[in-house]
């Protein structure tokens, strides 16, 4: 069966300091893999998508950047937080090829990380 | 453009029954989602129907879909403490195809 574990769980970090939240899934291969961002009271915001080693799109321009040096590997980082950047932070995948497609396209998320930037 | 919206509280009384209702704008979209979010945890899927289906029946679950009013909605019924939660609507589009547009969320509270 496939899972999905990302960590921290909880990190606070002061204001102008780096980020890395990482992501793995276990079980399947070659999955599209995700970032989302949830603030206080707000719904899912799209950070990162990926669906291959390597490539990576952004929808929302920020001083975050994400990397999937592996294939079941996926990477949020910062160089200098905002305070802007706090949230709870979620990863997720699905299977590769196109939603609507050959499978319904649904996510199956991790545990978030909490992130406080202070 | 992409957006999905849902009211953002619903309160009931334990052993009725709940719905929550979510609108989109896309016409394109294949798949719409209901997911549910406990405290402090991930999102899990419960039900996804096709935008063919106008109706998914699951235990107490039945998603309804209408798709000339761009409208879905999740009824829950025998509403328990335990559903507790907030529950995301989210669509997929035939397009851009990777990508789940989610709503806002709607936090359900079940009163004893």
């Known amino acids: 069966s496939q899972t999905i574990h990302q960590w921290p769980a909880t990190l606070v970090q002061p204001v102008g300091s780096p980020l890395s939240l990482e992501c793995t899934v276990e079980?399947?291969?070659?999955?599209?893999l995700y970032w989302y961002r949830q603030a206080a009271g707000r719904g899912l915001q799209l950070l990162f998508y990926?669906?291959?080693?390597?490539?990576i799109s952004s929808e929302v321009p920020q001083n975050l950047s994400a990397s999937r040096p592996q294939d079941r590997q996926f990477i949020l980082s910062s160089k200098k937080l905002l305070l802007s950047d706090s949230g709870f932070y979620l990863c997720a995948w699905s299977s590769p090829g196109l939603a609507g497609g050959r499978h319904t396209g649904e996510l199956f998320f991790g545990e978030g990380s909490r992130l406080t930037v202070l | 453009g992409e957006d999905v919206e849902q009211s953002l509280f619903l309160s009931v009384r334990e052993g009725d029954s709940s719905v929550i209702n979510c609108t989109y704008t896309?016409?394109?979209?294949?798949?719409l989602y209901w997911y549910k979010q406990e405290p402090g945890a991930g999102l899990q899927l419960l039900t996804y129907i096709f935008s063919n289906m106008d109706m998914k029946q699951d235990q107490r679950l039945t998603v309804l879909l209408n798709k000339k009013d761009k409208h879905l909605s999740l009824r829950i019924a025998d509403t328990q403490t335990g559903d507790s939660a907030i529950y995301f609507c989210a669509e997929t589009l035939m397009d851009s195809s990777y990508k789940l547009i989610f709503g806002s969320g709607t936090r359900l509270l079940v009163r004893p």
């Open positions: 990926s669906v291959g080693i390597g490539q």
């Open positions: 079980g399947t291969s070659n999955p599209n």
């Open positions: 896309d016409s394109s979209s294949t798949y």
